[in-house]
């Protein structure tokens, strides 16, 4: 288990080299869910539901083409990005599983469909190598496992 500054400090020192680094990265987060259940107009029932999601993918990813400038945010050190006082975590995405969990249980999306916000954007354009470019909060970050050493960073 690291802190959240000592695990942001070790990813920066290793994104140093500039070399791909794959990584697969954990996510969890609190789901906001609508007053109503779409379907039926109900209210939504008390409920905590939370989004944990795994990506595979590496670090220190560039684009295709250049490292054009960024629609949104800047970048930091290496594998960050910030905008509007927030922290994202940079990579090129492969593959996301992603779980949801109602009150801390495993629950299939088809559940809790009739009360989750719209479905999220649709699939972003991969490069030849089947990765996309993506950001992630870096508040959400669980977990970071480094593929090719077999580290395990646990956020406290």
């Given at each position: ?12 020192r ?5 070399d ?31 989004k944990?999601?795994t990506?595979?993918?590496v ?5 295709p ?10 970048h930091?050190?290496a ?7 927030k ?10 599983v992603t779980?949801y ?7 299939p999306?088809?559940?809790l469909?009739?009360?989750l ?5 649709a ?8 990765f ?6 870096w508040?959400?970050v ?5 593929l ?9």
């Amino acid at each position: 288990m690291v802190e959240r500054d000592e695990l942001k400090d070790r990813l920066v020192r290793e994104c140093e080299s500039g070399d791909l680094i794959r990584v697969r990265v954990t996510t969890l987060k609190a789901v906001k869910l609508l007053k109503k259940n779409r379907e039926t107009g109900a209210p939504t029932p008390a409920m905590k539901v939370e989004k944990a999601s795994t990506v595979e993918g590496v670090l220190n990813y560039q684009v295709p083409g250049g490292a054009g400038p960024r629609k949104w945010g800047e970048h930091l050190d290496a594998p960050f990005v910030g905008h509007k006082g927030k922290l994202y975590l940079h990579l090129g995405e492969r593959d996301t599983v992603t779980r949801y969990l109602r009150d801390g249980v495993e629950t299939p999306r088809a559940e809790l469909d009739a009360w989750l916000p719209g479905k999220g954007k649709a699939d972003q354009e991969r490069d030849g190598e089947g990765f996309a470019s993506r950001d992630l909060t870096w508040d959400d970050v669980t977990r970071v496992e480094v593929l090719d050493t077999g580290e395990v960073l646990e956020v406290r």
